[in-house]
């Protein structure tokens, strides 16, 4: 579900057509890989609690794979664990922000205009 409030936020700022959503981080992970050396500057919006892996896990593939640091998480957590956040900071090639959950137009305004 806030996948697609997330969807419907961006799409009202123009950007829908740039939009890729996945509920697997898996899948996500694949189709990065795929078009890692295509992409210019990326977004990805991350939460830390998923079922099939965490976003540390997913941050940890993101290392591993030797992504590049164009690429901005943004994590979009209900987490507010200080050690969460604290954990988010041994990635600082990748991660930009942690905003809890959901975001706001104005958030996410100011979250893309940098990357646009």
């Known amino acids: 579900m806030v996948n ?3 969807a419907i936020l961006l799409r009202n700022l ?3 057509d740039k939009v890729n959503s996945f509920t697997n981080p898996e899948d996500a992970l694949k189709d990065l890989c795929s078009k890692t ?3 210019g500057p990326t977004l990805i919006l991350l939460d830390i609690n998923m ?5 540390f896990e997913f941050l940890e593939c993101m290392v591993r794979e030797e ?3 164009k690429m901005d998480v943004i994590i979009v957590t209900s987490s507010v664990s200080e050690m969460d956040k604290a954990l988010s900071r041994k990635y600082p ?3 930009r922000d942690f905003i809890s959950k ?3 137009i104005e958030q996410l305004r100011d979250i893309v205009e940098p990357v646009n």
């Open 4 to 6: 697609l409030l997330h």
């Open 14 to 16: 123009g950007m829908g």
């Open 37 to 39: 050396r295509e992409l």
């Open 51 to 55: 079922p099939e892996m965490s976003g």
């Open 67 to 69: 992504f590049p640091q």
């Open 93 to 95: 090639q990748f991660v």
């Open 102 to 104: 959901p975001l706001k």
